[in-house]
């Protein structure tokens, strides 16, 4: 059974910064595609960010402020936040598109990132 771990959410203020951290464990033979996605209040969910091995791909809303980056020996994603702007509040979900028993997306429970003054 697969898992996705996420932590490091929470308040921050516009302009501050935040690190999102995603662990995939369980029976991973290996990983395609890692990210992040977000869901606003009454919005639909969007993607932020995703990467595989050799390519990253961003959201035009967060290009040039967030940066994902990923340790595949530890099989886990990252996502640095800076100069957050209060748009960006959402809960934050992991994804990953990977190989166990069969090839598959999985999904984290969702990280709350606030930006408020």
């Not at 990253?56 to 886990?76: G, H, L, P, Q």
């Not at 994603?77 to 997306?105: F, I, N």
């Amino acid at each position: 059974q697969v898992q996705l771990v996420e932590s490091g959410g929470g308040l921050v203020q516009p302009g501050g910064s935040l690190r999102l951290s995603c662990a995939a464990s369980g029976s991973i033979f290996s990983i395609n595609l890692m990210g992040w996605y977000r869901q606003a209040p009454g919005k639909q969910r969007e993607l932020v960010a995703t990467i595989t091995s050799n390519s990253t791909n961003y959201a035009d809303s967060v290009k040039d402020r967030f940066t994902i980056s990923r340790d595949s020996a530890e099989n886990t994603v990252y996502l640095q936040m800076d100069s957050l702007k209060p748009e960006d509040t959402a809960v934050y979900y992991c994804h990953a598109d990977l190989t166990s028993w069969g090839r598959d997306v999985h999904w984290g429970q969702g990280t709350q990132v606030t930006v408020s003054s």
